[in-house]
């Protein structure tokens, strides 16, 4: 019985002991975060592929040229960015800064985050449909739906084109995820153009849902329209169209909105500490810069190949070559280079 | 060396073969689900919004009281005052819509597969692991296939929250057809009842309070529901917490979440109310 209770005593202290030593562990490694010297640099996933090639590219450089290890944290764009500021994550390799202007800006006043430099502005977004509603598609068999669709001003013409399922007789864009910054330039769109008379503006609710419905539409050949963004897996794989709108203008836009989509900046964005304990790092980030079809060429690659991200990355960064050596010195492309 | 040994099973493949397959071979039934429920919803709602914010506020006391005491249903009023407050009125309208449309095709679908369950243990013990699937797999993997079946929206929502919703009704109405007394079947039978009028008037009846509490049950998880349904484009409070989540809007969170609390405070008190009432009358 004795024997039995001492077995179990040193079982506990054992166990104890080897938590004990873990959690002793991520306090070291969270201290080190907030002082000087930097072992783990942590990256954000805010949940899409492009983002996640983005990571693996700097992931790579990072890794083999610069002797860091990296880790990358996984949530939605909130969730991460939020975790940015707090210094949980190091950095954000594709901050859509338009979708979250207020605190963006509000971290970059606040000393809480820096912008170190652009990764891609030539993106576009706006209302999507098929190129086949307007072209139709001969191989489908699919005859035009509405041939004269142009621009965006264009759709209160063709409710019965886009009809909404829950309400006949009227018209279904898609908006934006709610919440969305967005989400509020094509409300004021749907009044400045007119389309509440014969479209139902609608809340998809994610990104996940716009995506999931726009494939069920695509494959069956129906008409579709609702909001969409590129560079993504999307765009890169679908043939869709962008209705049009006037040129953007700054002035209109902040009075009706009622133009193009403002380019948005897609940046690359670090923790306040992350300059101190990492300046090397920061050095390369800051000449991180690739562009809508740069980053649309992995997506297809991974379509294509049914490849991961990192795959996506590993073949993006022997293609590119010339492109990713002039964002780090020399001697650490030639390090990653042998790496590859 | 420790890699697992390169086999594949391609289940995942089956599943979406399966929802292709569905999607466009039962396209007319799927539609006429959607076209019941969306009407369904759109009546309540339109019923919901066109009431005076007066009256609901004075039928909530009204059935507060009948079901609890005088002070919850000035509680529960209260409630729904303040919600309206913070200009949540027509939100919470269209979550009780969806969740009244949900808790109906529940019970529709749940008490008579519940009294089959009571009846077959065959059908019990299969539909059993079925039932237990469905309330742990992930909520968004099925919100995905009921895109494909019904697009976006509110039914999709209803679809999603009936997977999630339906098993407590289920498991319930059996447990308690199972539960009464077999003497006072035995009795019905030997005066000669049949099968459907034993069920009718004394299984039923005995079971009702059971029953009810799987409803209390469905009601509540399919309020639990909305803020995952919402991300399939279902409107509502749901909605309004998902909006807050995206643009960490704290304010907004806790006024659409709270608001969620107090629906679910009121359904919960007054659904256990009705089952109360059901039991004294029995006595």
């Given at each position: ?61 990072i ?36 979708n ?8 970059i ?82 009044d ?46 679908m ?12 002035a ?11 380019p ?31 980053t ?24 590119h ?7 780090v ?12 | ?28 039934f ?18 919901l ?6 009256l ?35 939100d ?33 013990n ?8 469905m ?117 907004l ?21 009705i089952?109360?009432?059901?039991q004294?009358?029995?006595?």
């Amino acid at each position: 019985m004795k024997k039995l209770i001492i077995l179990i005593c040193a079982t506990v202290l054992v166990v104890l002991s080897a938590c004990g030593d873990s959690d002793g562990n991520g306090d070291s490694g969270s201290d080190e975060a907030g002082g000087e010297g930097i072992d783990t640099i942590v990256l954000s996933d805010a949940g899409w592929d492009s983002n996640r090639v983005h990571n693996s590219i700097a992931q790579t450089i990072i890794e083999e040229g610069y002797g860091y290890d990296t880790d990358v944290t996984a949530g939605t764009t909130a969730a991460t960015f939020q975790g940015l500021i707090e210094g949980d994550i190091n950095v954000y390799m594709e901050a859509w800064t338009d979708n979250i202007k207020e605190i963006y800006t509000e971290a970059i006043e606040a000393g809480d985050i820096e912008e170190v430099s652009v990764n891609f502005d030539d993106n576009n977004q706006g209302l999507y449909v098929p190129t086949y509603v307007i072209e139709g598609d001969e191989e489908r068999g699919i005859e035009p739906m509405a041939p004269d669709l142009q621009t965006v001003e264009d759709l209160k013409d063709y409710p019965e084109v886009f009809e909404d399922p829950e309400d006949p007789g009227r018209g279904r864009v898609v908006n934006a995820p709610s919440g969305w910054a967005v989400q509020e330039a094509i409300d004021a769109k749907f009044d400045i153009y007119g389309l509440d008379a014969t479209m139902n503006n609608f809340m998809p609710g994610s990104d996940a849902a716009i995506v999931a419905d726009l494939t069920d539409a695509y494959n069956a050949g129906e008409a579709w329209v609702g909001y969409y963004w590129s560079p993504t897996a999307v765009t890169a794989t679908m043939d869709l169209t962008l209705l049009e709108e006037p040129e953007y203008d700054e002035a209109e836009w902040e009075e009706t909105k009622a133009t193009e989509f403002p380019p948005n900046d897609v940046t690359v964005a670090v923790h306040k500490d992350l300059p101190e304990q990492a300046p090397d790092v920061v050095e390369f980030l800051s000449n991180y810069e690739t562009s809508s079809d740069l980053t649309e060429q992995a997506l297809t690659y991974m379509d294509e190949n049914d490849a991961t991200p990192e795959e996506a990355a590993n073949w993006w960064m022997n293609e590119h070559e010339d492109i990713w050596t002039s964002w780090v010195p020399e001697d650490v492309a030639e390090t990653v280079k042998e790496a590859l | 060396m420790g890699n697992f040994p390169d086999i594949r099973t391609n289940l995942g493949d089956y599943a979406d073969q399966i929802v292709s397959f569905l999607d466009s071979s039962l396209e007319g039934f799927f539609d006429f689900i959607f076209f019941i429920s969306s009407r369904t919803i759109g009546g309540i709602a339109d019923f919901l919004t066109l009431m005076p914010w007066w009256l609901f506020i004075i039928f909530i006391i009204l059935v507060g009281w009948y079901f609890k005491s005088i002070f919850s249903g000035i509680l529960y009023g209260l409630f729904v005052f303040l919600i309206g407050t913070f200009g949540l009125w027509e939100d919470m309208m269209t979550t009780i819509a969806i969740i009244v449309t949900a808790v109906l095709i529940c019970l529709l679908i749940g008490i008579p597969s519940g009294i089959w369950m009571a009846f077959s243990k065959p059908v019990s013990n299969i539909l059993r692991p079925i039932l237990d699937a469905m309330q742990t797999m992930p909520s968004f993997v099925y919100l995905i296939p009921a895109i494909f079946f019904f697009g976006l929206g509110n039914v999709s929502a209803i679809f999603a929250t009936l997977i999630y919703a339906v098993p407590p009704v289920i498991r319930l109405t059996e447990l308690a057809i199972r539960g009464v007394d077999k003497d006072v079947i035995e009795s019905a039978e030997s005066f000669g009842s049949s099968k459907l009028q034993t069920l009718r008037k004394i299984q039923l009846p005995q079971a009702l309070p059971t029953i009810m509490a799987g409803v209390n049950q469905t009601t509540m998880m399919a309020l639990a529901m909305v803020v995952i349904a919402s991300m399939v484009g279902a409107s509502g409070l749901g909605e309004q917490v998902l909006v807050s989540i995206n643009r960490i809007d704290i304010a907004l969170g806790f006024e659409a979440g709270i608001s969620i609390v107090f629906l679910a405070v009121i359904i919960d008190r007054v659904t256990n109310g009705i089952a109360d009432k059901f039991q004294k009358h029995r006595r």
